[in-house]
């Protein structure tokens, strides 16, 4: 039921076609669907020993006129409980800021897009965000997608960034072979 932004179709491509070639050129179809979960950790239990999770959050209107909102909450960035905070013109900016607030370097969204899977109540919405990090050490410049679902549309796009975020740090450590 989902609908992936075409930059993310040809990013995961990459991902399938590495797996391919890793296992003799090919996949069944239960392996893409896990494969797809685990590299942006899309509808994966939540684990306690989770690197990025969102615990609990608000999101606060500054200014209504001016739709200015204001996000507290805590969340485990890198393994640590933090509570951060941040400001922006919605509710994706305001995230932003919190988690530039947390990250050495600076996050960007290059690309995000959401849509509602199901009917009525029973709704959930599904975000997929793509994330640009920049830094002062190699590699200066990194992508990653994150993509998450819940039923607060707040909530999914915020676990979305969580997720990408998680990936950054990710490829940041496998580049430099250190540890955040």
Not at 6 to 15: H, M, T, Y
Not at 117 to 124: M, R
Not at 159 to 165: G, H, V
Request: aromatic letters at 8%; proline letters at 2%; hydrophobic letters at 35%.
């Amino acid at each position: 039921q989902l609908e992936l932004p075409r930059r993310l179709q040809a990013s995961f491509f990459e991902v399938v076609q590495r797996a391919a070639r890793d296992s003799d050129n090919s996949i069944s179809y239960t392996d893409l669907i896990e494969l797809f979960r685990q590299t942006y950790q899309y509808d994966v239990p939540e684990r306690e020993d989770r690197r990025h999770a969102v615990k609990k959050f608000k999101m606060e209107d500054i200014d209504e006129e001016s739709g200015r909102k204001r996000l507290t909450g805590d969340f485990i960035i890198n393994g640590k409980p933090q509570s951060i905070s941040g400001e922006g013109n919605g509710s994706l900016s305001a995230a932003l800021d919190a988690l530039n607030s947390a990250f050495e370097g600076k996050v960007s969204i290059k690309e995000y897009s959401e849509h509602a899977i199901g009917e009525g109540s029973e709704v959930k919405a599904v975000s997929y965000v793509e994330l640009v990090w920049e830094g002062e050490m190699e590699p200066k410049r990194l992508n990653a997608w994150g993509v998450a679902s819940d039923t607060d549309i707040a909530a999914s796009g915020l676990k979305a960034l969580l997720s990408a975020s998680c990936t950054i740090d990710d490829l940041a450590l496998k580049m430099t072979g250190s540890q955040n």
